[in-house]
């Protein structure tokens, strides 16, 4: 986990692509440059555009993944990883668990 977290916070986090690849390393268990290279495929950009802000910001746009300054019509919080745990094809536990509550029968 700490070292999942050094090389996030290393790629600036969620103002780029450090986010995403740190979920790659923990659910899949993959190495920082297979990381890389799965979200640079998936987000249909060069591996060297993951620590472009510039680039990133317009991704996130694209892909209405959250971004640092949360626009008024912007997803953030846990609509923001569901769609990163789709994106990815990933599994993250509180989305399933927010997601489980939402077809779960009131009492």
Same mark, same amino acid.
């Given at each position: 986990?700490?070292?999942?977290?050094?090389?996030a916070s290393?790629?600036?986090?969620?103002?780029?692509?450090?986010?995403?690849v740190?979920?790659?390393?923990?659910?899949?268990h993959? &190495?920082?440059?297979? !990381? /890389?290279?799965?979200? *640079?495929?998936? %987000?249909? +950009?060069?591996?060297?555009?993951?620590c472009?802000?510039?680039?990133?910001?317009?991704?996130?746009?694209k892909?209405?993944?959250?971004?640092?300054?949360?626009?008024?019509?912007?997803v &953030?919080?846990?609509? !923001? /990883?569901?769609?990163? *745990?789709?994106? %990815?094809? +990933?599994?993250?536990?509180?989305v399933?668990?927010?997601?489980s509550?939402l077809?779960?029968?009131?009492?």
């Amino acid at each position: 986990m700490s070292t999942a977290h050094i090389m996030a916070s290393g790629m600036c986090g969620i103002r780029t692509a450090g986010d995403l690849v740190a979920w790659m390393q923990l659910t899949r268990h993959m &190495k920082i440059n297979d !990381a /890389k290279q799965y979200v *640079a495929g998936k %987000l249909g +950009i060069d591996v060297m555009d993951l620590c472009n802000e510039d680039v990133m910001q317009e991704v996130r746009k694209k892909f209405d993944i959250g971004n640092i300054c949360a626009a008024a019509d912007g997803v &953030k919080g846990i609509t !923001a /990883k569901s769609r990163i *745990a789709e994106l %990815l094809d +990933i599994s993250i536990h509180s989305v399933d668990v927010f997601k489980s509550k939402l077809t779960a029968p009131l009492h």
